[in-house]
């Protein structure tokens, strides 16, 4: 005996989910099985909604609820510099800081040849078509710093320089508060070659 | 900023189930916003339909998808024999064994006075008025062998044994496949304590 087939299908979509194995899914799914109704079906609704609701920002590609996303509604920013990331989650993080005023562009991903995602993939052309529109005297490359990402900013960046806009990209180096013991020697080498002069 | 409304509040949904962390939500919210419409939506409708239809079994509190469970429907069941556990779950567990035949009494928790649960949160009169009404000879008590499920089949077993059924416990021992050197002392002592003759 398995459960019914409707607990079974629950536990099965629940399954399908990132990071939620049949022991987890199968948590939940009591979980949910015990809640009060009204508890269980927000989930429900909230998922409808987002479904519904929840669409790309036809600018930057940031995730937005009407038309476009908060940051380009937001007359306050920067116009003339853009950040360029993989992912709409990577915003959040680089917003959680408060040291951009910018405006974004959002790839949908890195370039990544063996997973067949090339620079028609990516939200590169309307990137370039963005430059001229918008005015973008700066673009920072803000790529994960791993294999991908490097490899993205750098075909960016040959791409963007010959176009006369300022083209950056966030500095490598050891997290703050780490620890020089634990630190990897790939990190630790790009925090010798980009050390910088200390004011005293 | 953070995300929109609609995309936090399914994030903060996700987030308040067991074993999720706000990381977690985060990624399975991107997911679900990633995935097409109809695998979202499927999840979501499965939620509706187990709030709506999954019931417990009246007779056994065992989940049910109607009027009985599942194995209070099987006919070929064994009336005779009674299998109580803590949780729907552990059927599943026992059934996997095949080798129970019997049915089953769930009483939806174990006796944990600390957290409030005594004999009156348990569905134990029901247990009581399930022996004469299904003739049973044999209660197998089959708690958690932690300190609530042995404690819950102590005071079962001191109720039962005076109505002149047989009551029993599941063996404590060594699981099969472990190794004896990480045995805790507690499971190797119920294995010696438990040690059956040999058959040569």
């Not at 049949?22 to 927000?42: G, M, Y």
């Not at 620890?179 to 020697?185: F, N, T």
Request: some cysteine; overall charge negative.
């Amino acid at each position: 005996m398995a459960y019914g087939a409707l607990l079974q299908a629950l536990i099965d979509e629940l399954g399908r989910l990132p990071g939620i194995g049949p022991k987890s899914a199968q948590r939940i799914a009591f979980h949910l099985l015990k809640v009060a109704p009204e508890d269980a079906l927000r989930l429900s609704e909230a998922i409808v909604a987002v479904k519904e609701k929840v669409t790309l920002c036809p600018r930057c590609f940031n995730v937005a609820e009407g038309t476009l996303c908060d940051v380009c509604l937001d007359p306050r920013r920067d116009a003339t510099v853009l950040c360029v990331v993989e992912d709409p989650r990577d915003i959040v993080a680089v917003e959680k800081t408060q040291e951009f005023r910018g405006r974004y562009h959002v790839l949908q991903g890195a370039l990544n040849p063996i997973e067949g995602v090339g620079p028609d993939q990516l939200r590169i052309r309307e990137l370039l078509a963005r430059l001229d529109d918008e005015g973008v005297t700066e673009v920072i490359l803000c790529t994960n710093p791993n294999l991908e990402g490097e490899a993205t900013a750098m075909y960016l960046a040959r791409m963007l320089k010959p176009l006369g806009v300022r083209v950056t990209r966030l500095a490598s180096g050891l997290p703050v508060g780490g620890d020089l013991e634990y630190a990897d020697e790939l990190t630790l080498g790009r925090a010798l070659e980009g050390r910088r002069e200390v004011d005293a």
